[in-house]
């Protein structure tokens, strides 16, 4: 699990293809402490494991599934890449709950200054707009950000100078693919909402759950 808080940003030194998966080799410019085997780390967004690690650099492996649902499997020597470590228990939770598992691909299509900050506009999937909510939280190549506003076909975000000092996001260029995670609450809710729809009417109950139905049985 993590915040969505950026520690810093790494370079991709090697991207090593076996098969159908890949293992990536991340020289990060800040200093880690020891790594763990086996622990997680997000890069880009993206949950890993580190399998290796020497005193500048780690090593993480990358499945299939992985490559094929985020940016990771275009990824060359010399890409920038954001750098998360796990949340540990006790540690403040700045941003919002995000586990490192990517809903999908978004793609920039405007960028704008406003005063001192970056506003970013980016299209998505309906599978992945269905669960973005103004106001709500999205995270984009790992960084945890407030959805300004939504369209049919996308949404924006705001990057304050901070953001843009200690991430990627200020090299993103128009037409530049991200990773895409929505917020965690959300599809847990419709999943729990369509579960309780469909047991209902195999009752023989019909209709949506509203705000009278959760009334009545005592969840308001």
């Not at 780690?58 to 060359?76: H, M, N, P, Q, Y």
């Not at 090299?171 to 469909?198: A, F, M, P, Q």
Request: charged share 25%.
């Amino acid at each position: 699990m993590f915040t969505g808080l950026i520690e810093g940003v790494g370079t991709l030194q090697r991207m090593e293809r076996h098969g159908v998966d890949a293992r990536m080799v991340i020289r990060p410019d800040f200093r880690m402490e020891i790594f763990v085997l086996g622990e997680s780390i997000a890069v880009d967004g993206v949950c890993l494991s580190v399998v290796d690690f020497q005193q500048d650099v780690f090593t993480a492996d990358v499945s299939a599934e992985t490559l094929g649902r985020t940016t990771l499997v275009r990824k060359a020597p010399g890409h920038r890449l954001n750098i998360e470590r796990a949340l540990r228990l006790g540690d403040r939770l700045g941003g919002h709950m995000v586990t490192g598992h990517i809903d999908g691909i978004g793609v920039l299509k405007e960028r704008k200054a406003e005063g001192r900050s970056l506003r970013l506009f980016f299209d998505a999937s309906p599978e992945i707009m269905r669960y973005v909510i103004e106001k709500g939280s999205i995270a984009v190549n790992g960084m945890s950000l407030t959805v300004n506003g939504v369209s049919s076909v996308g949404f924006d975000v705001n990057i304050v100078p901070h953001t843009a000092l200690m991430t990627t996001v200020a090299g993103l260029k128009i037409g530049g693919e991200v990773n895409i995670e929505t917020d965690l609450i959300g599809r847990y809710v419709e999943k729990l909402v369509c579960s309780w729809e469909s047991r209902f009417e195999k009752g023989g109950v019909k209709g949506n759950i509203d705000f009278d139905f959760l009334k009545e049985r005592g969840f308001m």
